[in-house]
């Protein structure tokens, strides 16, 4: 076989070969991933709910004017007074969206009138009520291209089962006479704006809303993290899934890319609100991060050493020391660096980090170069409390087990041997403090403005952790939604208002 066969079938050979690899590439495992449950999205719809009706409150309706014979009207300044929803639900649709629909709602309406008959005119106002509204909205979530949630769509359908008018003043049956024309044109026009008010809502102010949730942004002086969506929502039944990438960057190298290799977190559990899955992905992005920004360096110098650990080493290195005169009194030096990016490992039974260090020990001397007098290797594993303080994850990290031995000779680890103990309490007391101070601050989970955790609960998994919590709201939809909308000039205002309904029957 020779010739475009061959070709075909080599082809085929490396598309086999590289399919494996193109699986894994479209299917990345999160660093972090959110699962949103039904008794969550009960309290989305409480609050949706509140939203939807201060939308549906300022719903504008065009003016409605027409004749029929010698009977001519002009219905303007239509405004929502009252908004009844009796019955309504929001609920999960896979494979990506949500459902809304409203049943049997109430609005009740009040606008200004203007009736000409022959002779006789007539102005005032007229109070209406619709009901049996029904309303039903499907709303599509999908991954932007800046990996952020969004509203990518939106269909819906809005009906009014009936509309009844009081009318009051001189010519009362006149109105009653011909409320059909009235209600039948007010019916028509209200329902046709139902569907456009939700739309703007949803597509633009929902979507500035999710505008909030931090997707890539800085964590301190040093680093960053990266929230971007891997791939668009996972929709059951009863929950609604996100991926997000979960990875930390040095601000020193912003485009870089840590590959992750760690177990993909599996949530399972549906009795909270929400959970927050962390891989060890996760942490581990963090702490190499820090390694490559250079910062896991601690140094002690003078009256920072202790005292009682200025003494011991002075006498571990007499010899030394004494060799170095007159620069015996010189101050010591101590100079802890991290010397690959600490690891990461979470257990059912808790979480560890595993520490690599070296400790150089030096005189300096004023005015001549530091001299060094012992540089010891050190393994440290570091116990780590993992909690939820508002929408912050912090880390509390403790000293669990710690070796020191000597990088030159197995004898020389022996004579380091009365170190270790002043140096364990050298790290406890005075070590894990500045550590824990940097860490203190945490970094944000993916939540929008004005949503909170509460009852909050860690549980811990082969390889990644869970943070079951409840949800609430500190700010309101609108309260949100108004702080980052923005302001309209006032071109755009004085063009945008109706204008006002001639009182000369000759325009009627």
Same mark, same amino acid.
């Given at each position: 076989m020779t010739g475009p066969w061959c070709e075909m079938a080599a082809g085929g050979c490396l598309l086999l070969l590289l399919l494996p690899s193109l699986i894994a590439a479209s299917h990345s495992p999160p660093g972090c991933k959110i699962r949103i449950t039904s008794k969550g999205l009960d309290l989305?719809?409480?609050?949706?709910?509140?939203?939807?009706?201060?939308?549906?409150?300022?719903?504008?309706?065009?003016?409605?004017?027409?004749?029929?014979?010698?009977? !001519?009207?002009?219905?303007?300044?239509?405004?929502?007074?009252? %908004?009844? &929803?009796?019955? #309504?639900? +929001?609920?999960?649709? @896979?494979?990506?969206?949500?459902?809304?629909?409203?049943?049997?709602?109430?609005?009740?309406?009040?606008?200004?009138?203007?009736?000409?008959?022959?002779?006789?005119?007539?102005?005032?106002?007229?109070?209406?009520?619709?009901?049996?509204?029904?309303?039903?909205?499907?709303?599509?979530?999908?991954?932007?291209?800046?990996?952020?949630?969004?509203?990518?769509?939106?269909?819906?359908?809005?009906?009014?089962?009936?509309?009844?008018?009081?009318?009051?003043?001189?010519?009362?049956?006149?109105?009653?006479?011909?409320?059909?024309?009235?209600?039948?044109?007010?019916?028509?026009?209200?329902? !046709?704006?139902?569907?456009?008010?939700?739309?703007?809502?949803? %597509?633009? &102010?929902?979507? #500035?809303? +999710?505008?909030?949730? @931090?997707?890539?942004?800085?964590?301190?002086e040093h680093i960053g993290i990266d929230y971007s969506l891997l791939r668009d929502p996972s929709i059951s039944t009863d929950t609604l899934e996100l991926d997000f990438k979960g990875m930390f960057f040095p601000r020193v190298r912003e485009d870089q890319e840590l590959e992750n290799h760690a177990v993909e977190p599996v949530i399972k559990e549906t009795e909270r609100m929400v959970y927050v899955a962390f891989s060890e992905y996760f942490f581990d992005s963090a702490m190499q991060s820090y390694f490559q920004a250079g910062v896991l360096t601690i140094e002690l110098q003078g009256q920072k050493v202790p005292k009682d650990l200025e003494v011991l080493l002075r006498a571990t290195f007499f010899g030394t020391i004494f060799m170095l005169s007159p620069s015996v009194d010189a101050p010591l030096r101590l100079v802890l660096q991290v010397s690959t990016p600490p690891r990461c490992t979470i257990k059912p039974s808790g979480t560890s980090v595993s520490v690599s260090a070296f400790l150089n020990i030096s005189l300096v001397p004023p005015d001549r170069p530091p001299i060094q007098l012992s540089s010891m290797a050190m393994e440290t594993k570091l116990s780590a409390k993992?909690?939820?303080?508002?929408?912050?994850?912090?880390?509390?990290?403790?000293?669990?087990?710690?070796?020191?031995?000597?990088?030159?000779?197995?004898?020389?680890?022996?004579?380091?041997?009365?170190?270790?103990?002043?140096?364990?309490?050298?790290?406890?007391?005075?070590?894990?403090?500045?550590?824990?101070?940097?860490?203190?601050?945490?970094?944000?989970?993916?939540?929008?403005?004005?949503?909170?955790?509460?009852?909050?609960?860690?549980?811990?998994?082969?390889?990644?952790?869970?943070v079951g919590a409840d949800l609430h709201f500190s700010k309101g939809l609108r309260e949100v939604i108004e702080k980052y909308r923005p302001v309209p000039t006032a071109a755009a205002y004085s063009s945008s208002r109706p204008p006002e309904p001639s009182l000369d029957p000759s325009s009627l």
């Open positions: 989305v719809k409480q609050e949706g709910l509140r939203f939807v009706e201060q939308e549906l409150q300022n719903i504008t309706v065009s003016d409605l004017h027409g004749s029929e014979g010698q009977f !001519q009207y002009n219905i303007s300044q239509v405004k929502v007074t009252d %908004l009844k &929803l009796a019955s #309504s639900d +929001l609920n999960f649709q @896979p494979q990506q969206h949500l459902v809304f629909n409203i049943n049997n709602a109430s609005i009740s309406l009040r606008f200004r009138r203007q009736l000409l008959y022959w002779f006789f005119y007539d102005i005032g106002s007229i109070n209406a009520s619709a009901d049996g509204v029904y309303i039903y909205t499907v709303l599509q979530l999908a991954k932007d291209e800046a990996g952020r949630l969004k509203i990518s769509n939106m269909t819906c359908n809005a009906s009014i089962a009936r509309m009844h008018a009081g009318f009051s003043g001189t010519l009362r049956k006149v109105y009653e006479f011909l409320s059909t024309f009235i209600v039948t044109g007010m019916r028509f026009l209200l329902s !046709q704006q139902i569907c456009p008010s939700l739309e703007h809502a949803s %597509l633009v &102010l929902l979507n #500035s809303l +999710l505008d909030t949730v @931090p997707v890539r942004n800085y964590v301190d993992v909690f939820l303080q508002g929408k912050a994850l912090r880390v509390q990290l403790d000293l669990r087990r710690f070796r020191i031995y000597s990088k030159q000779s197995a004898l020389e680890s022996l004579a380091l041997f009365s170190l270790q103990a002043p140096l364990k309490t050298l790290l406890q007391l005075t070590i894990m403090p500045i550590i824990n101070e940097r860490t203190k601050k945490g970094v944000q989970i993916p939540l929008p403005e004005g949503m909170d955790f509460t009852r909050e609960v860690v549980t811990n998994h082969a390889g990644f952790l869970t």
